[in-house]
């Protein structure tokens, strides 16, 4: 059974940090690339930070020096290490391999900033 399954959402103050995690199981996750992806209220899905299975990253321009994706291939395990938060980082956050599988959604983390 394919199955991602996020954690690690809370609500913070702007400036502060969180660290979410995303638990992949039934996927050959080693030999894909993975993605953070987020959905803030009224607006499209978007993709935050990808790494590839060689450790290569990419970033949103608008998370770039605060947002830090990496893995953990033993644990089927990728991260998201957020910091100096704020409010516009309010979302829903997913991960997915990267490119996206449409059929592939976790049930998503709240991330939300307050000011």
């Known amino acids: 059974q394919v199955q991602l399954v996020e954690s690690g959402g809370d609500l913070v103050l702007a400036g502060g940090s969180l660290r979410l995690s995303c638990a992949a199981s039934?996927?050959?996750?080693?030999?894909?690339?993975m993605g953070w992806y987020r959905q803030a209220p009224g607006k499209q899905r978007e993709l935050v930070a990808a790494?590839?299975?060689?450790?290569?990253?990419n970033y949103a321009d608008s998370v770039k020096g605060r947002f830090t994706i990496s893995r953990h291939n033993a644990n089927n395990t990728v991260y998201l290490q957020m910091n100096s938060l704020k409010p516009e980082d309010t979302a829903v956050y997913y991960c997915?391999?990267?490119?996206?599988?449409?059929?592939?959604w976790g049930q998503g983390t709240q991330v939300t900033v307050s000011s």
């Open positions: 997915n391999s990267y490119p996206l599988l449409p059929w592939l």
């Open positions: 039934g996927i050959m996750f080693r030999a894909n690339a």
């Open positions: 790494v590839t299975s060689g450790g290569s990253t």
